[in-house]
């Protein structure tokens, strides 16, 4: 198993990044995958996760209104689109995997529990 999380990197406030997390030795159609935040000092911070099942997502309450997540199951990539950048979004960006526990309505805070997790991106919001 395999989470190659890129696409990070240094933007203004009010900006946009996509990240992306190609994944291997899965399938995205069987497992689900998340995406959690770690900043310096700070506890992670799952932010939102894709269902196997039907592709449905689910985000946190604190970032649901800028970032949205997506797949592209011909590629097994997911996706996080990042809006709206602020300072306090600065962090290592990391996606993972768990192949127990769903993704669903109310578990973005266990995404940084995931059993398998990539190297991380990081992003940096400065002017």
């Known amino acids: 198993v395999q989470l190659q999380a890129s696409g990070g990197g240094l933007v203004q406030p009010g900006g946009s990044l996509r990240l992306s997390c190609r994944a291997s030795?899965?399938?995205?159609?069987?497992?689900?995958v998340g995406w959690f935040r770690q900043a310096p000092g700070k506890e992670p911070e799952g932010l939102s996760c894709i269902s196997s099942r039907d592709g449905r997502t689910y985000s946190a309450e604190s970032v649901k209104a800028r970032f949205t997540a997506s797949r592209d199951i011909t590629k097994n990539t997911v996706y996080l689109q990042m809006n709206s950048l602020k300072p306090e979004d600065t962090a290592v960006y990391y996606c993972?995997?768990?192949?127990?526990?769903?993704?669903?309505?109310?578990?973005?805070?266990?995404?940084?529990?995931?059993?398998?997790r990539g190297q991380g991106t990081q992003v940096t919001v400065s002017s």
């Open positions: 993972a995997t768990d192949f127990e526990t769903p993704c669903e309505i109310g578990t973005t805070d266990r995404i940084q529990q995931y059993d398998y």
């Open positions: 030795g899965f399938s995205l159609r069987h497992f689900p």
